[in-house]
């Protein structure tokens, strides 16, 4: 994959993660923005931020969250950016992760 294909992969998965949970903060007590290419995720109570963000020299799509940072890779045959170590989706691991605070998060 070349930069512009990343980029443009990268974009995609932020910008259709970030309409999920748009959708989703209208059940549960958490705001998202993507903003500069960087999507963010807060929480109110307690105060908390989650950052995804596209890393274009690797290629890779980050994730720092719960004092953890996570490298996610694409995955051809899934179609989508993916832990390696887990097999999980970009969106498999922040539902995961917003479960840690909101047990019955769904997106």
Do not use: C
């Not at 974009?11 to 959708?23: M, S, T």
């Not at 963000?53 to 004092?67: D, E, G, K, M």
């Not at 890779?73 to 840690?100: C, M």
């Amino acid at each position: 994959m070349d930069d512009r294909e990343f980029e443009t992969r990268a974009a995609q998965a932020l910008e259709d993660l970030n309409l999920k949970l748009g959708a989703a903060a209208d059940r549960y007590d958490l705001d998202s923005d993507l903003n500069g290419g960087a999507l963010v995720i807060e929480f109110e109570d307690p105060r908390d931020r989650f950052v995804i963000s596209p890393n274009s020299p690797v290629r890779q799509i980050w994730v720092s969250a719960h004092v953890q940072s996570y490298k996610l890779d694409w995955n051809e045959s899934r179609q989508a950016f993916v832990l390696a170590s887990s097999g999980e989706s970009l969106e498999q691991l922040v539902a995961g992760a917003i479960r840690k605070r909101i047990p019955d998060f769904d997106l």
